[in-house]
């Protein structure tokens, strides 16, 4: 069974930082491509960073780009966002994604509140 667990989310005060985990079981994970995404109320789904197979390539979309960090750890099928720098307008549901070809996977999220 495929699953991909989100974990990490929260309330946080504005300039604050989360660590977000995603777990990944079921499927062959070394080999997917992992992006986090994440949905504020009223607003349309959004790519935030994308993690090669290796983690050797990263990509980051401009709105977090300097302040969010994507890595994995194949040896413990889990992706990582590091979220530092946080602001308000970064509230939202986080979800996790994994890609392989025609494949995808999703999880089910995790909030991230930035509140003071």
């Known amino acids: 069974q495929v699953q991909l667990v989100e974990s990490g989310g929260g309330l946080v005060q504005p300039g604050g930082s989360l660590k977000l985990s995603c777990a990944a079981s079921?499927?062959?994970?070394?080999?997917?491509?992992m992006n986090w995404y994440r949905q504020a109320p009223g607003k349309e789904r959004e790519l935030i960073a994308t993690?090669?197979?290796?983690?050797?390539?990263?990509n980051y979309a401009d709105s977090v780009k300097g302040r969010f960090t994507v890595f994995r750890d194949n040896a413990k099928n889990t992706l990582y966002l590091e979220m530092n720098s946080l602001k308000p307008e970064d509230t939202a549901v986080y979800s996790c994604?994994?890609?392989?070809?025609?494949?995808?996977?999703w999880g089910q999220g995790t909030q991230v509140t930035v509140s003071s």
């Open positions: 079921g499927f062959t994970f070394r080999r997917y491509v």
């Open positions: 993690c090669t197979t290796t983690g050797g390539s990263t």
């Open positions: 994604n994994a890609r392989f070809m025609s494949t995808k996977y």
